[in-house]
Structure formats: C-alpha cells, structure tokens
C-alpha cells in the first residue's frame, strides 16, 4: 500500500512553494506509485486553517505530522521509504 503525503499550506506562500519543491524532487526518486500526494489548501478548509495557520508549510505522512516550516530531503525520504 503506498503511502500518503498530504502538504498544507496556501497560495502565494514560498515556504510552502519550497516545500512542494522537496516533495515533488523527493517523490521522483522513490518507486513510481509508492506514494501518493495530496495538497489541501488552509484557505478552504477552516478546520486546517485553525490548526495550521501558524505552521504552514506543513508535511503529513499517513496522516501524522511530519514536520513544518521547513523539510530536508533525506529526512523525508527516509520517512517515505
């Protein structure tokens, strides 16, 4: 079953345009359909915006939180893998 990392953040964020940024190059050295990505927008989900708005950029793994702000790519290709 893959695994599934879901970034939030919002637009017109660079923190989290960096974000998307290592996820993507991290993905595309992983096994083609070991994971699955999603994006959810803080902008349109007030449950995420009232948790989150403070951390954005942030990185989930199977639901748990990976991390935020800022993420390193061999930290969460180990995650990943």
Request: glycine fraction near 6%; aromatic fraction near 4%.
């Amino acid at each position: 079953m893959p695994k599934r990392l879901t970034l939030i953040g919002k637009p017109g964020c660079h923190l989290c345009d960096e974000a998307r940024t290592v996820v993507d190059r991290v993905v595309t050295t992983l096994p083609t359909g070991s994971v699955v990505v999603e994006e959810r927008d803080i902008l349109q989900d007030a449950e995420l915006f009232d948790r989150y708005v403070e951390e954005i950029p942030v990185v989930l793994i199977d639901g748990e939180e990976h991390g935020h702000w800022r993420f390193d790519d061999e930290r969460l290709k180990a995650a990943l893998s």
